[in-house]
């Protein structure tokens, strides 16, 4: 029985996580297991490079060598895990490519999700209760306690830009959008 998605990190051969992530898609479509393997990512940045006088951007892989799968996982309470069915483990494991699950000994680990969010591959969203205008405190981090009037709300990049009065001047302030909450309920 299915009961939740997690992500699982595959090792590969440098240079083929492309082919790889292809591969694991192709069979997810032909066997059908749309419900099995949920998703299939190759983290990738896009970095601007100069090179004789000539600007351009280009992809480069986040993890070389890596990719991410969101994988279905049932509870065995026999071992008192959360688990990945064999077929699919049997699949993405013979996929040309592939070395191997990231984990001890081999035995696929899924990450949790404060992971995945730090790697990018899950985003959480964040509801706000304020707008730009609107007076905020810092609930964590560095500037905790610390208040301000929101100046930017990103919420493609979960960012917040709040002004903030330090040493007499007014200073620009990024946080991210859980670490500041209304002032004034």
């Known amino acids: 029985m299915i ?3 997690k992500w699982y990190v595959v090792h590969t051969y440098s240079g083929y996580e492309n082919k790889v992530a292809e591969n694991i898609r192709k069979v997810v479509e032909n066997r059908g297991l749309q419900d099995q393997i949920a998703e299939v990512k190759v983290p990738v940045e896009t970095v601007v490079e100069i090179k004789d006088n000539k600007r351009r951007e280009v992809e480069r892989k986040l993890f070389p060598g890596y ?3 969101k994988l279905a996982v049932s509870y065995n309470e026999k071992a008192e895990e959360q688990r990945m069915t064999d077929e699919v483990w049997y699949i993405i494991r013979n996929t040309r490519g592939v070395t191997g699950f990231v984990g001890p000994d081999g035995r696929p680990v899924p990450l949790t999700e404060e992971e995945a969010c730090r ?3 899950e985003k959480r969203s964040v509801e706000v209760s304020y707008e730009v205008g609107d ?3 810092v609930i964590y981090g560095s500037f905790e306690g610390v208040s301000g009037i929101v100046d930017k709300i990103d919420v493609e990049n979960d960012t917040v830009t709040v002004i ?3 040493m007499g001047r007014d200073t620009p302030l990024e946080l991210g959008l859980d ?7």
């Open 3 to 5: 009961e939740d998605y």
């Open 67 to 69: 990719v991410l799968v």
């Open 119 to 121: 790697l990018g591959v």
């Open 135 to 137: 007076l905020v405190t």
């Open 164 to 166: 903030i009065s330090m």
């Open 179 to 185: 670490q500041v909450e209304s002032a004034v309920d």
